[in-house]
Structures are given as C-alpha cells and as structure tokens.
T-cell receptor, first 120, second 108 residues
C-alpha cells in the first residue's frame, strides 16, 4: 500500500529565516505530487504540483519554491519566511497517468499528515 | 462567484440522525467530485468520490451528484460522535479545487 510522509510535523521559525519541508511517498512509482497550504479557517490553496522529477508548476507566485530531486520526494523551500507563510502545509500524491491531456493524471489525491508552520 | 460554495456551519446533528452536507460548484466542466473529512489539527482524508449523476453509497455515507444543478451532497446516516469533523468537498476539472469546508458536530 502507499504511504506518504512529511516532516517535520511542527515548526516554529522566525521571520526572515529559511524553510525546508520534505515529503516522501512509498509504495508507488511516478506519482503526481502536490503542495498545499491551509491557513487558519481557510480552504486549501494549491501551491505547487509536479508530474515528474525536476518538473514543477507553480500555482501562486510567492516567496516559496519547490523541488523534486527524486521520483518520490518533494521539497518545499523558502529563503526568507514571512509572517503570512504561517499555516498548515500539506503534501499530497495521486496516481500517474493522463486523462484528456490533463497534467494532474488520475483523480484521487491522498494527503500526508502535514506540517504546522508558525512564523514569529 | 466562488468556485466552490459550502456552508461553513457549524452544523449540529443529534447522534443517530442523518447529517446532510451540501456543496455547489461553478465549473460546468468538472468531471470528478470528492468528499474529504478533516479532524481538527489533522490532514484531510478521502471519504468518497463520485463521477456520475445520482447516488453512491458506501456504508453509512451516501454521495449525491447533480451536474445539471451543479451540486454535490453527502449524507451521513446514523451519525456518530466520531463523525464530528470538518467536511471538504472538492471537484476536479484540470485541477482539484476545494471548498472551505462545513464543520459538523454530532451531539450525543
């Protein structure tokens, strides 16, 4: 079965500090990978998605970046955190494939346990 | 117009009753629809997916889809206190779009 891991689980960082969040998936090959942010009391905001190694698409321009150095590893980074970067960061995966040319492949997305980030 | 509309709640339902959650969406090209459950402080977990008009049942959960009216609903029968959570609906056209969720409280 497939498993998705995220770490760290919680993080408190000062404004202006760097950030690195990691996500790994087990039990599947060539997954589509996603980073979401959920601010307090708000919906899920898609930040980045990746359909393969080194392939990153950004949904929201901001001071965050993402990388996919390995097939089942997805990293979210920032050089300088802002107060507004606080939130619950979720990594998700879905099965690889194509459907009418849509880059998101198969439908269902499964979420990791999340990282709660507080920027002070 | 928001892409996905959900009543934020809170929705309070007595234990054993039917909880009804509703969601409307604006993108007529949407092909797939999902309900996720999110406990406080936890990540969303998939409850059901539905692709065709009509009802789809899975245990105590029934999803209903009406593409002509652009709404999807989730019914929870015999509600239990463990069903207390925020329920997120989502639909996919080219990407997955989530609603902000309805907070459901089951009252013992």
């Amino acid at each position: 079965s497939q498993t998705i891991h995220q770490w760290p689980a919680t993080l408190v960082q000062p404004v202006g500090s760097p950030l690195s969040l990691e996500c790994t998936v087990e039990g599947t090959s060539n997954p589509n990978l996603y980073w979401y942010r959920q601010a307090a009391g708000r919906g899920l905001q898609l930040l980045f998605y990746s359909v393969g190694i080194g392939q990153i698409s950004s949904e929201v321009p901001q001071n965050l970046s993402a990388s996919r150095p390995q097939d089942r590893q997805f990293i979210l980074s920032s050089k300088k955190l802002l107060l507004s970067d606080s939130g619950f960061y979720l990594c998700a995966w879905s099965g690889a494939g194509t459907s009418g040319g849509a880059v998101f492949g198969t439908d269902t997305q499964y979420f990791g346990p999340g990282t709660r980030l507080t920027v002070l | 117009q928001k892409e996905v509309e959900q009543n934020s709640g809170p929705l309070s339902v007595p234990e054993g009753a039917i909880a009804s959650l509703n969601c409307t969406y604006s993108d007529r090209g949407s092909q797939s629809f999902f309900w996720y459950r999110q406990y406080s402080g936890k990540s969303p977990e998939l409850i059901m997916s539905i692709y065709s008009n009509g009802d789809k049942e899975d245990g105590r959960f029934t999803a209903q889809l009406n593409k002509a009216s652009q709404y999807v609903s989730l019914l929870i029968r015999d509600s239990q206190p463990s069903d207390s959570a925020t329920y997120l609906c989502a639909f996919r056209n080219e990407k997955l779009t989530f609603g902000t969720g309805t907070r459901l409280t089951i009252i013992p």
